[in-house]
């Protein structure tokens, strides 16, 4: 899992990280106010949590190899919604908080729990810390229910399609082509190799762009005028870029509204290009074809997009 924050490393959960889990959900639970009734995270072992491991998952955080963070993910109780995870023991130790770590956290444990299968997340907030629920809000959740002592927070999660090979990977960029409009941003990351121009090729031919699409070498960006009347395609390389100033010299805004922007190499820098925008995550294990493609929407441009439509690639041949 990537991580932004200095030092920090963040992993699915095993049975063996429980001590370091339960150690951050008790400093972080036991630096809040007393509570009525009290929380029963107090009363977490390592065997609690080991347990729960084995039933679901989890991610635990470090910095330094400190123990930093910790998130357990399950199924929900008796009255769980199909498809539904469930976020538990939400938790940063209090000498790392307010440095990043819990966004991290909980971007990898959505994608965890998307890679699971599910559609949704909820969790719990207590109505005593109403800036953990404006926390939660900020990061894409609605207030789903009412329940006693606080309220249940309910996400949509991220949308996980499985990629065979290359010219698969191309007609996702097609089919994804057809649902972009002008003033669209696209942040596509992953590692050398994955598909980000495959990716990229494939929204151009679906724009009917001109011009060959190419991972840029000297040239850090492209405009591809669509032959169809389709918005342009700037199609942006940003691994060689330094910082935002640098990024500021392609002069990206001034087209942003007008075109389609696919930004590669582009997390941690095209943010601030648009709150609304598409960010798209590629893994590939070395030695195979086969890509994990995780799409997540961003604002309510893409809160009514169905990206599931996109999938189905695997019989879909020209």
């Known amino acids: 899992m990537n991580a932004s924050v200095p030092e920090l490393d963040l992993r699915p959960a095993s049975p063996e990280d429980a001590a370091g889990m ?3 959900i008790h400093a972080a639970f036991g630096a809040r106010p007393p509570l009525d009734p009290p929380s029963t995270a107090i009363d977490e072992t390592p065997e609690s949590v080991a347990g729960a491991l084995r039933q679901g998952y989890g991610v635990y955080a470090t910095v330094a190899q400190k123990p930093a963070g910790a998130i357990l993910v399950g199924h929900g109780g008796a009255d769980a919604i199909e498809g539904r995870a469930a976020f538990q023991r939400v938790s940063v130790h209090p000498a790392f908080q307010r440095h990043g770590v819990a966004s991290a956290m909980v971007l990898a444990a959505e994608e965890l729990a998307a890679l699971d299968g599910h559609r949704e997340v909820e969790l719990f907030a207590r109505s005593e810390f109403p800036e953990l629920v404006e926390f939660w809000q900020h990061r894409g959740y609605r207030v789903d229910r009412a329940a006693p002592h606080g309220v249940y ?3 949509r999660l991220p949308t996980v399609i499985m990629v065979d090979d290359a010219p698969a990977m191309q007609r996702l960029g097609e089919r994804l082509a057809a649902v972009l409009r002008a003033g669209d941003v696209i942040i596509a990351t992953g590692e050398l190799g994955a598909g980000k121009t495959t990716l990229s090729q494939g929204i151009g031919r679906g724009l009917e762009s001109t011009g ?3 991972s840029p070498t000297f040239v850090i960006s492209r405009i591809h005028p669509s032959a169809a009347g389709r918005p342009d395609l700037v199609h942006v ?10 990024l500021d010299d392609l002069d ?6 007008d075109s389609i922007t696919v930004v590669e190499w582009g997390e941690g820098l095209a943010e601030r290009l648009s709150t609304e925008r598409l960010e798209i995550g590629i893994h590939r294990p070395p030695g195979t074809d086969t890509r994990t493609v995780v799409l997540r929407g961003i604002g309510s441009r893409w809160s009514t997009v169905d990206l599931g439509e996109l999938g189905g690639l695997g019989d879909d041949h020209e």
């Open 153 to 155: 927070l309910v996400k």
């Open 252 to 257: 990206l805004d001034s087209r942003v509204g």
């Open 212 to 214: 060959p699409i190419i």
């Open 22 to 24: 339960v150690e951050v």
């Open 237 to 246: 390389d940003a691994y060689r870029i330094g910082g935002e100033d640098e």
